[in-house]
Each structure stands twice: as C-alpha cells, then as structure tokens.
C-alpha cells in the first residue's frame, strides 16, 4: 500500500505541473470516489468518509456516527458509553469517526483513484482546450493533419484536436498524414463528450485572414478589404479600399513582383484572385468587378437592380467566365444582377428593337387621330396593340395633342385592334346573315 500511496502522489503532483489541475480538485475527487465504491463494496447505509494522507499518499475510510445515550439507528449512532472508551470527553450529540479497516480498502481506493485521475484529465483537458479557443474563432489556425476518416480530416492544434469537414474542404485540398494545414477556427462546441474545434478552408473569410497575415496595411486598418466572395477552388474576388491617399490598396495586397498575393495562392494551392479597387461608382466598380475582361460600357437599371453589360467578342467568353464563374462572382461582389452581351450581341438587339418600333408605328398610326410622330410617342412605352390596351391613362393624356376623351378612344381601339391579331371570332360579333348561312347549312 505504501508503495502504491507514494506512486499515486507522484501521479497528482504530475497531472498537476502537465495539465494544470488544481491537485486538491484531484485529492477530493478520489475521497469521494472511494467513499462511493466502499459503500457500494459493504452494501451498509453508514455515513462513510476518506482521508488522502497529503504526505504520505494513504487511504483511511472512517465510519461517521453520532453519539447518543440510547441507540436506534446502530449504522449511524454510538452509544455514549462506547464513545467515551475511545476519547473520554466525548459529549451526545458530538459526530464521532471511527476508523474502518477491511483487505479490499487498498485494492479499492487503487482502482477509484484512476477512474477519477482519468476522468478529472479528461474534464481538465476539455475544459482548458474550450477555454483556450473559444476567444479564437474565425481567426486562423496551424495544425498538423493526424488522420483522416472517411474525408474528415482531422488535425492536432497543439491544446486540442479540430476536425477539417469535408464540406468545408477546398476541392484543390489533398491532405496526408503528417502535412502542416492552415485554416480557419469556425466553432467551438462544450459538447459533453468535451469541446469540438471545427475547421473551415472554404470560407470567404479566410481569403480575408490569410491576406490580413500577408499585408501589414490590412493589419493596421490602412486597407481593408470591404467584401470577399469565393467559389472555393476556382475563384475569389475581394474588393479593397485604402484609407490612406499615399496608399494604393491593390498594390499592397499584390506586393512587390505579386509577393504577397503568390503567398496567398500557393496556400489556397492555386486558387485564382482577382483584386479589385472598391468605388462608390457603381459602373466603374461593376466593371473592374468583371476582371479580368475589359468591358466596353455599363447600362444601369436601377428600379429593377440589373445592369447589362457590354464587352467586345472576343471578351464574351471571358466576362462571363468557366461555367459562368466569373460573371456570377461579380454579381455577388457588386450586389447587381448581371447581363453580359457581346458588341455583336448588343447590335443586334438594337436593331430587333428598331425593327418592332417601326412595326409598332405602322400599326398605331391605324388608330383614328393618330399621326406618325404621336405613333412615335406611343412607341417609348408600348410596342404592340395588347401592351397600348392596357396602358397607362395618364401617361397617355400626357402627350401632346392627346386629351381624356382621345385616351379612352385610344385604348379602345387598341383593344379591338388587340383582339382582332390574337384571333377573336366568337359569336357575338356574327351578323345577322351570317347567322341565318349557318341556320341554313
């Protein structure tokens, strides 16, 4: 037993100094487990108590009774005149211990106190390991890969172990046993099996935190990066402003001969960047947002968020990108729905246009008191007779030469011109001989 005492010291007194546990949360921890096991080992209903000996590392089990005249309760009570065999002042009422000693003591305080000691290093390590980063989240982690499990990876942090998911995996990451791996700390979960670190390296924000490492300005709030989307794998756009006139922000996160955005690449393994200068002026940032094709001009339509789009042919393929990659990221970034169209493409939709106003002007200058130019007029909000039928009535009066009785008028006729083209034959608009024809047949 003296052995075994001395060797369960040393193991407190170690766990102490290596894991940081209080070692009085470790002594009372294997009193109260041999306590529980003892009770359970004698199967008595007595007030049981333990004692670590703090130098010598021994067990002692006492019974705890109180001291009364008359006994009733013998598991818990000690007659008075007993008591004062044993200590001579002994008063009734007093809590009075008596030292309990049976062969299975040693063997059970041996077993209790390595359940507990192991038990406590788990707690203690779950509770310093969520203590250590749940401050950390969304900032950058090192680690070194330890296994993986059906594309899980998982990697030894230092004070803890994370899992890199596999949905939250790059589709150029392929990780062995061994490597070194940089990613981002999403969550930190006090999950009763003990805190879980989880990982991300397809987070748009680790495009920020591993330019945030690379380039000081960022660092220092000289330049910031305002918005960052990625399609991880293929790739990332990240819009950035200097608040510094003597700065440009694109030429810090570049480096000097792209140093410090080739860093960033390399850790994404290959993963394309676009940079882009951030601007109130939303042509100009929709633009650059395209990079890396040119754009020959921007038509904004605000009320409806779009904004189309034109470049030169040989650009068409590149604005919008693999998979229309590159077109769709840009929209992202900017916040406006995005049309491309190729010069080609442009040209010819302006003629179509032109071709269905000069249709639409022969068929209005059929309405009664319309002459070419109020056709023309007619022809900047509806192009045909079904879009005129149901126009608007004050826009219409607002034109010149054109008053309330002549709207209705308008759109009257535009209706029966609208019925006539989609086909209309019903009953009520026969004549009386066509009706009789039919009779006759």
């Known amino acids: 037993m003296n052995e075994n005492s001395s060797e369960m010291l040393q193991i407190i ?5 290596d894991r940081g ?36 590392g021994k067990i002692e089990l006492y019974t705890l009774k109180t001291v009364v005249e008359s006994v009733e309760f013998p598991e818990r009570e000690i007659a008075l005149d007993k008591a004062k065999e044993i200590f001579a002042d002994v008063e009734p009422g007093e809590e009075f211990e008596i030292r309990r000693d049976f062969a299975e003591l040693g063997r059970i305080a041996a077993q209790s106190a390595k359940q507990v000691i192991m038990q406590r290093v788990r707690d203690a390590e779950r509770e310093i390991v969520y203590e250590h980063y749940h401050n950390r989240v969304n900032e950058l982690a090192n680690g070194i890969v330890m296994r993986i499990e059906r594309g899980n990876v998982y990697v030894d942090l230092g004070k803890g172990e994370a899992i890199l998911p596999r949905n939250e995996q790059s589709p150029r990451d392929h990780f062995r046993r061994g490597d070194r791996i940089r990613a981002l ?5 006090k999950d009763k099996p003990g ?31 305002k918005e960052c989307v990625r399609e991880p794998g293929g790739r990332s756009k990240i819009c950035v402003v200097s608040h510094d006139y003597n700065v440009d922000p694109v030429g810090a996160c570049v480096g000097i001969k792209g140093a410090r955005v080739q860093s960033v690449v390399r850790e994404l393994r290959g993963e394309n960047i676009d940079i882009i200068p951030w601007t109130e002026d939303p042509v100009i940032f929709i ?9 020959s001009r921007v038509e904004l339509h605000p009320e409806n968020g779009s904004a189309i789009v034109v470049v030169n042919d040989e650009m068409l393929s590149l604005a919008i990108g693999k998979k229309g990659q590159n077109v769709r990221l840009a929209a992202k970034l900017t916040g406006w729905r995005l049309e491309i169209q190729s010069e080609t493409e442009m040209e010819r939709s302006r003629e179509l246009l032109r071709e269905k106003i000069e249709e639409a002007v022969v068929k209005f200058k059929r309405l009664d008191g319309i002459s070419e130019s109020m ?52 009953d009520e608009y026969l004549d009386e001989d066509d009706v009789s024809d039919a009779e006759e047949d």
Do not use: C, M
């Open 13 to 17: 007194d170690q766990l102490g100094r």
């Open 21 to 56: 546990i209080d070692r009085e949360v470790l002594i009372e921890a294997i009193e109260a487990s041999v306590v529980h096991a003892a009770r359970k080992h004698l199967g008595s209903s007595e007030t049981l108590e333990a004692h670590l000996n703090r130098e010598t």
């Open 185 to 189: 700390l999403i969550e930190v979960r």
């Open 195 to 225: 805190p879980q670190l989880w990982l991300s390296r397809s987070s748009p924000l680790l495009i920020k935190k591993l330019f945030e490492n690379e380039v000081p300005e960022i660092y220092d709030g000289i330049v910031e990066i």
């Open 287 to 295: 633009s650059q947002a395209l990079s890396p094709a040119q754009v």
């Open 375 to 426: 056709a023309r007029l007619l022809t900047e909000q509806y192009l045909n007779f079904s879009a005129l039928a149901e126009g608007n009535p004050e826009w219409i009066g607002g034109l010149p030469d054109i008053d309330s009785e002549k709207v209705d008028d308008i759109l009257s006729q535009a209706l029966e011109y609208a019925k006539a083209e989609e086909g209309y034959e019903e």
